[in-house]
C-alpha cells in the first residue's frame, strides 16, 4: 500500500472552474509535504511545501491546506486555466530521512473549453 | 534561480548500447543529485542518491553495475545506462539538492527509448 495516495486519479474540469485534489499520507513522522506540478514528459515543479505547523500555503491561484492531525491535504486551484492541464503529485518527507522524498500516486488534471 | 537541465532530453538507441544521461545545476552547486526513473502513468521512483565524489547509495532492487552514476563535481552528475534493453525505456528525471537546504529541484527529464 501506497504511504501517499492521491484522489480522484484522473479529473476533467471546464476551463474557470474551480477543483480540489486530496491526498492522504500515513508517513509519520513527517518534515515536510509539497505539492508538485508536473507537465507531461517534463519534470515535477514545486508549488508549495508546508512544514506540520503550517495548515495553508498559497502560490497565486493554488492554496494547500494540511492537516496533521488527520494526515491529510489537499490542493485547490482557483478559476481554472487550460495550461493547468497536468499532473499534480502530493509528495511527502519523513522526518530524519530529510533527503528521501515519498511520492503520491498523482492526479492527472485536464482542463477543457 | 535553482535551474537543473538534462542532457539530452530524448533518446533513442538500439538494444546492447549504452547511453549516457547528463544532469546539471545551472545557478548553484549541489552537494547531493537523486536520479529517478517514471514509467508512463506511474509515479517517480528513486534509483539512486549521489554526493559529489563518493560512491552512490541505490536503491533496492536496482542493479549499480547496469545504472552507473558519476558525480564528479558540484554541478554535473552522469547516469550511464549499460547495455540497455527494452524494458529500460523510461523516463529519468534527475534532482539536485544545495547543501544544507531541504529541497529537490528537479530536471525536465530524459526520455529513453530502447529499441
Known amino acids: 500500500k501506497n504511504q501517499v495516495e492521491q484522489s480522484p486519479q484522473s479529473l476533467i474540469i471546464l476551463e474557470g472552474k474551480n477543483c480540489t485534489l486530496q491526498?492522504?499520507?500515513?508517513?509519520?513522522?513527517?518534515?515536510?509535504l509539497r505539492w508538485y506540478k508536473q507537465d507531461t514528459g517534463r519534470g515535477p515543479v514545486s508549488l508549495t511545501i508546508?512544514?506540520?505547523?503550517?495548515n495553508t500555503k498559497s502560490n497565486g491561484r493554488y492554496t494547500a491546506t494540511l492537516d496533521a492531525d488527520t494526515k491529510q491535504s489537499s490542493l485547490h486551484i482557483t478559476a481554472s486555466q487550460l495550461s493547468d492541464s497536468a499532473s499534480y503529485i502530493c509528495?511527502?518527507?519523513?522526518?530524519?530521512?530529510?533527503?528521501?522524498?515519498?511520492f503520491g500516486t498523482g492526479t492527472r488534471l485536464q482542463v477543457t473549453l | 534561480g535553482a535551474v537543473v537541465s538534462q542532457h539530452p532530453s530524448r533518446v533513442i538507441c538500439k538494444s546492447g548500447t549504452s547511453v549516457k544521461i547528463e544532469c546539471r545545476s545551472l545557478?548553484?552547486?549541489?552537494?547531493?543529485m537523486f536520479w529517478y526513473r517514471q514509467f508512463p502513468k506511474q509515479s517517480l521512483m528513486l534509483m539512486a542518491t549521489?554526493?559529489?565524489?563518493?560512491?552512490?547509495?541505490?536503491e533496492q532492487g536496482v542493479e549499480k553495475d547496469k545504472f552507473l552514476i558519476n558525480h564528479a563535481s558540484l554541478t554535473l552528475s552522469t547516469l550511464t545506462v549499460t547495455s540497455a534493453h527494452p524494458e529500460d525505456s523510461s523516463f529519468y528525471i534527475c534532482?539536485?539538492?544545495?547543501?544544507?537546504?531541504?529541497?529537490?529541484?528537479f530536471g525536465p527529464g530524459t526520455r529513453l527509448t530502447v529499441l
Open positions: 491526498c492522504n499520507y500515513t508517513v509519520s513522522p513527517f518534515s515536510n
Open positions: 549521489s554526493n559529489e565524489g563518493s560512491k552512490a547509495t541505490y
Open positions: 545557478d548553484f552547486q549541489a552537494t547531493t
Open positions: 534532482s539536485a539538492q544545495i547543501a544544507g537546504l531541504n529541497e529537490q529541484f
Open positions: 508546508m512544514t506540520f505547523s503550517e
Open positions: 509528495v511527502v518527507t519523513y522526518t530524519g530521512t530529510a533527503s528521501k522524498l515519498t
